[in-house]
T-cell receptor, first 112, second 113 residues
Framework: GENVEQHPSTLSVQEGDSAVIKCTYS??????FPWYKQELGKRPQLIID?????GEKKDQRIAVTLNKTAKHFSLHITETQPEDSAVYFC???????????FGSGTRLLVRP | DADVTQTPRNRITKTGKRIMLECSQT?????MYWYRQDPGLGLRLIYY???????NKGEISDGYSVSRQAQAKFSLSLESAIPNQTALYFC????????????FGSGTRLTVV
């Protein structure tokens, strides 16, 4: 079955710096790669996603890149702010299905 | 606003007890999912359902069962709860017209003592 690995497990950056979180997946049939943000005590919320026919997608300070050949994708956050502090999850959809398999999460801390 | 509601929000139960977690949604989505969240392990899929008559096992279904009572309701049962089922449980929904994106419920924190 699909295996999604996420690194690093924790990341601490200074406010204003960039943060990068990386994920790899195993099922070459996966074609949808979302990123979710979970603030403390809250539910995960979708922040950006990318489909396999696109190499990069941006939305203001966040961007996702996808390398299908290497089966990895990354979340990039620029000009980090304290409110970016949260746990971030990547996911992939095995067999091009509608179910998602998630990575183990990255706890991002943005120091003021 | 249309939402995904989970009950109860918190529950403490004893080992060996049967417990049901409920999920209802007003989003009109046809697909529903149950995940559990453990520190360092992310979100792991327990069961999922693409419509009322469709039930599928996920990554970690042992010790759990589900029931899709209606398009809007999807319940998760622990037949005989054990301490390592202590976790945060999330229900999620998605819609075939909306693509793959999930809407998560507010979560149920379950403690088995």
């Amino acid at each position: 079955g699909e295996n999604v690995e996420q690194h690093p497990s924790t990341l601490s950056v200074q406010e204003g710096d960039s943060a990068v979180i990386k994920c790899t997946y195993s099922d070459s049939a996966s074609n949808y790669f979302p990123w979710y943000k979970q603030e403390l005590g809250k539910r995960p919320q979708l922040i950006i996603d990318i489909r396999s026919n696109v190499g990069e997608k941006k939305d203001q300070r966040i961007a996702v890149t996808l390398n299908k050949t290497a089966k990895h994708f990354s979340l990039h956050i620029t000009e980090t702010q304290p409110e970016d502090s949260a746990v971030y999850f990547c996911a992939a959809n095995p067999d091009s299905s509608y179910k998602l398999i998630f990575g183990s999460g990255t706890r991002l801390l943005v120091r003021p | 606003d249309a939402d995904v509601t989970q009950t109860p929000r918190n529950r403490i139960t004893k080992t060996g007890k049967r417990i049901m977690l409920e999920c209802s949604q007003t989003k009109g989505h046809d697909r529903m999912y149950w995940y559990r969240q453990d520190p360092g392990l992310g979100l792991r899929l327990i069961y999922y359902s693409f419509d009322v008559k469709d039930i599928n096992k996920g990554e970690i279904s042992d010790g759990y069962s589900v029931s899709r009572q209606a398009q809007a309701k999807f319940s998760l049962s622990l037949e005989s709860a054990i301490p390592n089922q202590t976790a945060l449980y999330f229900c999620a929904t998605s819609d075939r017209t909306g693509g793959y994106g999930y809407t998560f419920g507010s979560g149920t924190r379950l403690t088995v003592v």
